[in-house]
């Protein structure tokens, strides 16, 4: 063998060595990857990277570069509570309260981005725009939570459990309905707490219209709610 020969085949040793060293050896497979990345609403983001989204640019997924500083705080703080599943944070009751319109069309900027089956989160933005009905697109938000097909199961919201437990039907029934059941809630406590007389009309014809549907509901826990909010209306 010449030195030639030696010389080439040293200098082919170092370069596969090289490339050894710079790429790794142990690489996740595709179904580890895809466990690495988290579901849209559970990645928080800090209320300063809210900030220096708007500042750069940049938007979160499925939201404006036009909120403010100030809402997309308000948006991270709601999704870490979210992500820590206490409807009980004191923040509900300070840093999400008093909402401007710009926090209320944030907030239903990310109902729209949520899963069928994030009915939980669903439920609570609903009760966030649904105690401050100040205007028709907060009622008119409500109606549309009534017009939503039900869900028909926790997995799948297309798709019956035919696993189901007969004896948890009622739990199971206020789980599956929960962003309907906060809606009528929410209307409700808008129908014995206001003058209705003096009360906006158009919030007030929305919120008529969404107690129609919720009596035409395919869910009878909706229908008896409707109905019961329906009556009240009648006294008034």
Known sequence: ??????????????????????TPSNRLASSEIENEVPLVEEMIAPAETAVELVSSGQAQTGYSTGYSPATLRKISILKEILAGKNDNDPRMDTDLKNLSNEDKDALVDMYKDLKAESLNDKGTIAFLIGRELTRSEDAEFLKNILSEEPCLSLEN??????????????????????????????????????????????????????????????????????????NLLTRN
């Open 157 to 230: 919201c297309g798709v019956t459990n035919s696993q189901r437990d007969p004896h948890m039907d009622n739990v199971n029934n206020v789980t599956l309905s929960y962003p309907q059941i906060v809606a009528l809630n929410r209307i409700k406590t808008f129908v014995q707490t206001q003058d209705l007389q003096t009360a906006n009309s158009n919030v007030l014809n929305h919120l008529i219209d969404a107690v129609k549907i919720g009596q035409n509901s395919k869910i009878p826990m909706v229908q008896d709610r409707s109905k019961e909010i329906a």
């Open 1 to 22: 063998m010449t030195k030639k020969t030696v010389l080439i085949i040293l200098a082919i040793f170092c370069i596969i060595a090289i490339y050894n060293l710079k």
